[in-house]
């Protein structure tokens, strides 16, 4: 087995990893201050497209996590970016929040529901049956279907929301047609994030709390596999995935030496 470079950049997950339920995981702030401190490139990732990275900032400091606008990369950013490669100035019908319709216009997208090149599915926390069955319908017409993520339920504080991967389940259902979801677990988006940061799948790790998003994502990718069990996936339910993180750490408390 070949070994394996020292790592010199850093992805990370948001939610599970840095925070739970809106408070700081113990150990966050430390982790992230000693990867500022020690200028190596990194980049939070999450599948969240509500919000704009400028939010999440906000959101993150919020909890005591300085975490820079310009570190933070959505699955809201990775859609516009592939939509931009594939159809330049093209035009959208969205579903989403601030997030996913900032980064469409970023990127010189028209949003409309005439006609449009693409329906684009994010997340939101009003789903509106109106709109649902306009997306529909313009897929039945020849639109495109994107979806920025296919996390089926979202956390809040009553417990579980329908999200885009749910509600993406039901329109492919009324029109018989499969998105394309860019998020994770797709490599794509871990390959924007490495451009963005310069780095190299060879010397760059990802930590993530979920085998099935964040891990197998990483692990096409090519890059160095963290698991943390502070989120989604615990300790007894490694075993079950066919694939295995690079290294299972409690938290990122326990990974501050890495950097």
Not at 121 to 132: K, N, P
Not at 194 to 212: F, K, P, V, Y
Request: aromatic share 6%; with cysteine; glycine share 10%.
């Amino acid at each position: 087995m070949t070994e394996r470079k020292p790592i010199q950049s850093w992805l990370s997950d948001m939610d599970g990893v840095l925070v739970h339920e809106g408070q700081p995981v113990a150990g966050a702030d430390v982790f992230i201050k000693r990867l500022r401190d020690s200028g190596k490139s990194f980049r939070v990732l999450t599948n969240n497209s509500i919000y704009t990275p400028r939010d999440l900032a906000v959101r993150l400091r919020n909890a005591g996590l300085e975490v820079p606008e310009e570190s933070i990369f959505t699955s809201a950013l990775a859609t516009a970016r592939f939509l931009d490669d594939q159809r330049p100035g093209g035009s959208a019908y969205v579903i989403g929040e601030s997030g996913l319709t900032t980064a469409l216009h970023e990127v010189g997208y028209v949003l409309t529901d005439l006609d449009p090149d693409y329906v684009v599915l994010g997340e939101t926390r009003t789903y509106s049956f109106t709109q649902i069955t306009r997306a529909i319908r313009l897929i039945e017409g020849g639109a495109r279907f994107i979806a920025t993520n296919p996390d089926p339920v979202g956390p809040s504080n009553e417990g579980s929301l329908p999200a885009c991967g749910a509600v993406a389940a039901m329109i492919t259902k009324a029109s018989g047609v499969e998105p394309y979801f860019v998020g994770k677990p797709n490599p794509m988006m871990m390959r924007h994030a490495l451009n963005a940061i310069d780095g190299h799948s060879e010397s760059t790790a990802m930590i993530g709390d979920r085998m099935d998003t964040d891990i197998v994502c990483g692990m096409e990718a090519g890059l160095y596999t963290i698991l943390v069990l502070t989120g989604v996936t615990q300790r007894g339910q490694i075993d079950r995935f066919p694939y295995r993180p690079s290294r299972v750490a409690e938290s990122v408390a326990d990974l501050i030496d890495l950097v």
